[in-house]
């Protein structure tokens, strides 16, 4: 099977999700998080985009409902044994299909959480899963379990984490040579990605972020491509991905004069991405690490043109976002801990003037100061 990690580490986090579940006495989890499905056994597939749920009970045991195109999917890169199909077909509602095989797991009456908040159950889908449950047994929202398990990191994840990481500076090595006047986006992006690839990485959860010009105060994908001019500016937001594993980074590069106001901005983005550095200890929490982004912007004269969040955990993630649901925004009470693998991004956009300057890393939290996960400093880049 191509699994990416041993045994050993599938079982723990079974154990821990089991133990999680017993603490919320619930029978059954249904998970329908590509992402959690991944963590726990190692499945691994597009195939989320249609129905599909890993159902986990109380003493460990698991069977996944899935479409006969992800079969051999799950047997090749899963420790999951039992699996259930559904059939494509006219008016198919796999939704029944689970209640069916619900009752046979002899979970009728039951206490079971459900993963809700996740792309990979639809809107519709989720109506035709209450409409089957409601009378079924007692269901909960238990979106939080899973995301929380995952967002502590083994040394088996860790070691994941920092070859993407790798991959990521390698991607940004690549792009370099490419950015000076004349240079073309689609050429930078090319060789980024590619860099990542070759490096035996992986696809990223959303694409890669390049804009220039108008373009480089955008912080999302958009379609199109335009070269660079002698004096430009380029923001870019990519990953390095290894085993799903993402390491973000972020820049602004300049090309040419570095003016007045990119200098300013520039300082701004350094010094708060410095305050967010030393405020991302245990101790501390995800909103404090918000309010030291926050805090450096304002004493900048900037909180008109940051954004409200500065921030998020990274992990294992699947389409459409590498972003988990941990963030940095004010008021978020979860506790930094060690073993948390974060990227902090500090994005100033300013319109009136048309200058971006955005810088970003990921970081490891260990006991004490966190650790960053690029050889890249906090320097501005200009060629």
């Not at 958009?222 to 973000?248: C, F």
Request: proline share 3%; charged share 25%; glycine share 8%.
């Amino acid at each position: 099977m191509a699994l990416h990690f041993e045994q050993a580490e599938f079982d723990s986090r079974r154990d821990r999700l089991v133990i999680e579940m017993a603490e919320r006495k619930l029978d059954a989890m249904l998970l329908f998080a590509q992402e959690s499905m991944y963590w726990l056994t190692g499945y691994d597939t597009f195939g989320f985009c249609f129905f599909q749920c890993l159902v986990v009970k109380a003493d460990g045991s698991m069977v996944l409902l899935t479409r006969s195109a992800d079969l051999r999917q799950a047997r090749h890169t899963s420790t999951i044994e039992n699996i259930v199909l559904w059939t494509d077909r006219h008016d198919a509602n796999p939704a029944a299909d689970l209640r069916n095989l619900l009752n046979d797991l002899d979970l009728l009456g039951a206490r079971i959480g459900v993963e809700y908040d996740t792309h990979g159950l639809t809107g519709r889908n989720t109506r035709l899963l209450d409409e089957q449950l409601q009378t079924f047994g007692k269901i909960e929202d238990a979106s939080d379990l899973v995301s929380r398990l995952r967002l502590f990191k083994s040394e088996a994840e860790i070691k994941k984490v920092k070859r993407a990481a790798k991959l990521g500076d390698e991607a940004l090595d690549a792009a370099l040579p490419l950015i000076k006047q004349g240079g073309d986006e689609a050429a930078i992006l090319a060789a980024m990605q590619g860099a990542v690839l070759a490096g035996g990485g992986d696809y990223p959860a959303n694409e890669f972020i390049i804009g220039s010009g108008e373009d480089a105060l955008l912080c999302r994908y958009k379609a199109g491509r335009r070269k660079l001019n002698k004096n430009d500016q380029l923001t870019l937001e990519w990953a390095g991905v290894y085993h799903h594993y993402h390491a973000a980074m972020m820049q602004t590069v300049l090309t040419g004069k570095v003016s007045k106001r990119h200098q300013e901005l520039f300082d701004a983005a350094r010094d708060a991405l410095t305050a967010v550095q030393k405020a991302m200890m245990p101790g501390n929490t995800f909103g404090d690490v918000f309010d030291a982004h926050a805090r450096v912007m304002e004493a900048h004269g900037l909180t008109k043109h940051r954004l409200n969040a500065c921030g998020y955990s990274l992990g294992a993630r699947f389409a459409p976002s590498w972003m988990d649901p941990q963030m940095f925004y004010a008021g978020n009470s979860e506790p930094i801990a060690p073993g948390m693998t974060l990227f902090a991004h500090m994005i100033i956009m300013d319109s009136e003037t048309g200058n971006a300057m955005c810088l970003g890393r990921t970081y490891l939290t260990t006991d004490e100061a966190p650790e960053p996960l690029s050889r890249y400093g906090l320097d501005l880049i200009t060629r």
